[in-house]
């Protein structure tokens, strides 16, 4: 280590949903390589499932365009003081006091950082990853999107991404096919993030001589138009019925390799958490793409009388059995959509229509009192608690009675006036509304 003369900290900042930069900048490398390829990583030992095998999986993913990295199947223990040992390591988590006691620095709002060691040549020739242990991580990504944990394999991908060069914000492509801004190394891209169009082309740019000529179509529930911005893809209505058409707009379909592609299918479905269960709503055809090119695509879909009532998140899944590189073959759409099914098809979990609105209607004026659901001010936690109809969105059945032609609310009231045989009337009082529903599903 005696040509060490620096040692650069790029940290990852996590701040809610998305990544978030501060003052822009415009190179694209951190003015150092590995001289050196392939590279060794010590992943994580063997004793940190679940986070060691995802280790191998990310380095898998950059391998896929230039196999620049390599890693003992059998890591070992990492040392107590390893900083400044030549190695290049996935260390770990440490806590705020534990980063301090090892490199002076303190987590405040960073996720995970790389310590880069650089000689005069402007060569790596140490760089080792460390995630905060005071957050709260996972390699589920459906618990990041319910309950907001941290996906450890989307920080690693991108801490990845320094130990070879290449910096935060952006790739700007010289070669007028890129905008430079759809990278895991952009501060703005979403937690749901896998490697994207920019990604492949900054490792075969940086490593020309190792890149590979691959195949690799990607599908993505975001795009990027700068580094502060990466809007999510639409799916819209988030409450429908069986048979109710979805709406679904500006979906990233990519071509990451090196080969023109002829036409691409894309299959879409409804995927339910709990139940581990995925209901299909067809393949759709788009056109093929040139190499290294990208397209925002709008279409819609129709809800399967095949789905039961319940709470899902749609995938859009791109049919490519020649791939080289899997992990961005599946998109997730990181909003809920509520199914109420009109079919009487409800599994366990969904319920059956007239089950579901067996009472509601009782339920909601004796109980809870016509007051509190005409109320502008609503206690809503409270009110789903008394009511026991957490089953259905509350801001729906409020909207319901104030004005029963809200699109929104088209799969509840559907329930009430199909299942219970209820009809509306927006013109009608609030006490003609309750004498004429009264008594009504079943009660």
Not at 120 to 141: R, Y
Not at 356 to 363: A, D, F, T
Request: aromatic share 12%; net charge negative.
């Amino acid at each position: 280590m005696g040509k060490l003369i620096s040692i650069l900290i790029l940290a990852l900042v996590y701040a809610g949903m998305f990544f978030f930069t501060p003052a822009a900048a415009d190179a694209p490398l951190i003015g150092a390589k590995q001289c050196d390829v392939p590279y060794q990583i010590i992943p994580l030992s063997d004793d940190n499932d679940p986070y060691e095998a995802f280790d191998e999986k990310m380095m898998r993913a950059w391998k896929a365009f230039a196999p620049i990295m390599t890693w003992p199947d059998n890591p070992p223990q990492l040392p107590h003081y390893f900083l400044g040992d030549g190695k290049n390591q996935i260390a770990g988590f440490f806590t705020d006091a534990e980063i301090y006691a090892l490199a002076d620095f303190h987590w405040g709002g960073a996720a995970a950082v790389t310590m880069m060691f650089i000689d005069h040549n402007g060569c790596l020739v140490e760089a080792d990853i460390m995630f905060n242990a005071e957050l709260t991580w996972t390699t589920d990504i459906y618990a990041y999107l319910i309950a907001n944990k941290l996906p450890y394999q989307h920080a690693l991908v991108h801490e990845l991404g320094h130990t070879f060069g290449l910096a935060d914000y952006n790739y700007k492509g010289d070669d007028g096919k890129s905008s430079g801004y759809d990278s895991v190394m952009n501060y703005a891209i979403p937690w749901l993030a896998v490697l994207g169009l920019d990604d492949a082309l900054a490792i075969q740019h940086l490593y020309p001589a190792q890149a590979k000529q691959v195949h690799d179509l990607g599908v993505y529930s975001y795009y990027c138009e700068s580094q502060y911005s990466c809007p999510l893809a639409g799916a819209a209505p988030h409450s429908v019925s069986t048979g109710d058409v979805l709406e679904i707009h500006n979906l990233q379909v990519a071509n990451l390799g090196n080969f023109d592609e002829d036409q691409t299918q894309i299959e879409f479905f409804l995927y339910q958490v709990e139940a581990d269960t995925a209901y299909s709503l067809g393949t759709v055809e788009i056109q093929g793409l040139n190499s290294q090119t990208s397209a925002l695509i709008d279409l819609e879909i129709t809800i399967g009388a095949d789905v039961p009532s319940g709470t899902y998140f749609l995938q859009a899944q791109v049919q490519a059995p020649a791939d080289d590189y899997a992990n961005n073959n599946t998109a997730v759409f990181p909003r809920e959509i509520t199914v109420q099914s009109t079919s009487g098809n409800d599994d366990e979990t969904g319920g059956n229509a007239d089950i579901v609105c067996q009472g509601l209607v009782e339920q909601i004026y004796d109980i809870c009192g016509l007051q509190l659901v005409l109320s502008e001010t609503l206690d809503r936690d409270a009110a789903l608690l008394v009511c026991d109809i957490s089953y259905s969105p509350w801001d729906c059945i409020y909207n319901c009675f104030i004005n029963p032609q809200a699109d929104d609310c088209s799969s509840f009231q559907s329930c009430l006036e199909q299942a219970c045989s209820l009809q509306f009337y927006q013109d009608s009082s609030s006490e003609d509304k309750k004498e004429k529903n009264s008594g009504g599903c079943g009660v």
